[in-house]
């Protein structure tokens, strides 16, 4: 199997599978409105009449049987027949959680046993996909130990030959690295992925195919940064296969988007990226 015929280990053609290491490594808001006020009564409170209060009250109580009834985790028939809603194999419905529990422990600081079921499977695609798209794997001495961790061992020799390949020391030059995947003094490499959503578009006992909806940011953080940090939008499908009790990837690719519409919120400078990487862990994620 080749790279060019892969399109990002088996990817779509066109947009982000063209180069299916645009956004591996990191290669690669929204605004609240305050409502106005009272302009008639110049920034005066106006008078509240027992019949207000009494409808405020009403919307409290509403509001709190809401969030009790949602932490029951179901309801309706679904309660009465002794099990939460399980999500449908089209990925046609939300995500939503259920009753089990998707991530057992951890190999090195990736999750590992995941629940033999679809929901285990979707968490295992999240937390591989924040893998695959890490500063970690940029470093040659952690490369082959993410890939081990990840992928079923009939592909690790292949894969870990072809990050090897994409990710050499003039790669890196590139990005502003060196053959260790450091960033030079006084520079923070950030490449750091969180999914927003996942979907099972196939499902069986054996096997799954997940796509995993993500944004993430991008770049080297520094005064003279010729690649600074950005965020990007983009969806990875992971095939997986159940394989040694666990779910593991067989092969997986990458598209743009699906993007929001950008915001005119200011960019902070260098140091404040610098120190949010520093001062701000990652996730492990399930659902």
């Not at 005066?44 to 405020?56: D, F, G, H, I, Q």
Request: hydrophobic letters at 35%.
């Amino acid at each position: 199997m080749s790279q060019g015929d892969d399109h990002g280990y088996g990817g779509d053609s066109g947009g982000r599978g063209d180069d299916p290491y645009s956004t591996l490594g990191g290669t690669r808001q929204t605004r609240t409105r305050l409502p106005d006020g009272e302009g008639g009564d110049h920034g005066r409170r106006p008078a509240r009449n027992s019949r207000s209060l009494v409808m405020v009250v009403g919307v409290v109580v509403l509001l709190i049987a809401a969030i009790a009834f949602a932490n029951r985790g179901g309801g309706g028939n679904e309660e009465a027949s002794g099990g939460a809603k399980k999500p449908g194999t089209t990925g046609s419905g939300p995500t939503a959680p259920t009753g089990t529990k998707p991530v057992q422990g951890k190999n090195g600081t990736i999750a590992s046993g995941f629940a033999h079921d679809e929901q285990g499977a979707q968490s295992a695609a999240a937390n591989y996909a924040v893998a695959l798209v890490s500063a970690e794997i940029l470093k040659p001495d952690r490369r082959g130990e993410i890939v081990r961790q990840i992928f079923v061992a009939q592909r690790v020799g292949e894969l870990e030959a072809k990050f090897n390949e994409a990710y050499s020391s003039e790669f890196l030059e590139k990005v502003g690295l060196d053959e260790n995947g450091n960033a030079a003094e006084g520079m923070t490499y950030v490449s750091r992925t969180a999914p927003v959503g996942t979907k099972v578009t196939a499902y069986s006992t054996t096997s799954a195919t997940v796509e995993v909806w993500c944004t993430g940011v991008f770049g080297t953080a520094g005064v003279s940064s010729t690649n600074p940090v950005s965020n990007d939008w983009f969806t990875m499908t992971l095939k997986l296969q159940w394989a040694g009790e666990d779910w593991k990837v067989d092969s997986f690719a990458q598209k743009e988007g699906p993007a929001p519409v950008n915001t005119d919120r200011t960019a902070s400078n260098a140091d404040e990226i610098a120190r949010a990487v520093e001062e701000y862990g990652g996730f492990t994620y399930a659902r």
